[in-house]
């Protein structure tokens, strides 16, 4: 069983892009389902679809390559976990890697990047940072 779903979508998503994989599935929440259309909207996976088998879903996930056949993602990292949670407020999510990063932040506006959620003027638990 599963505890922490949001680190393993991180995980499968960064052992599909060591293995240069085109497709990678990813275990169904709302939470993950709102990571994949962050990464999708920011430009780091081509596209997700949400397949459903039945009572179990699960995330289809397309992988994004640069003309040199890397992966467009350097960096995951999942920042709060179950046995630490992390929170900043909106002034400390402003900026990541100089804009080149995403921060995503659960917030009570639900699962937004750090530019949106700065825009909105509040801040959350921090889930990963990309880059």
């Not at 275990?27 to 397949?51: F, M, Q, R, T």
């Amino acid at each position: 069983m599963i505890n922490d779903l949001v680190s393993d979508a991180l995980t499968r998503i960064r052992n599909a892009g060591m293995r240069k994989l085109d497709v990678t599935t990813l275990v169904h929440s709302k939470s993950v389902e709102a990571l994949a259309n962050i990464l999708v909207e920011k430009g780091y996976i081509d596209s997700c679809n949400v397949i459903e088998d039945g009572v179990k879903k699960t995330i289809k996930v397309v992988l994004k390559y640069d003309e040199n056949g890397n992966t467009v993602i350097n960096e995951m990292k999942r920042i709060s976990k179950p046995g630490r949670r992390v929170y900043k407020g909106k002034e400390d999510i402003k900026r990541f890697k100089n804009g080149y990063g995403t921060i995503v932040v659960s917030t009570s506006k639900g699962v937004l990047p750090n530019d949106k959620a700065y825009e909105l003027g509040i801040g959350g638990e921090v889930m990963c940072t990309i880059w």
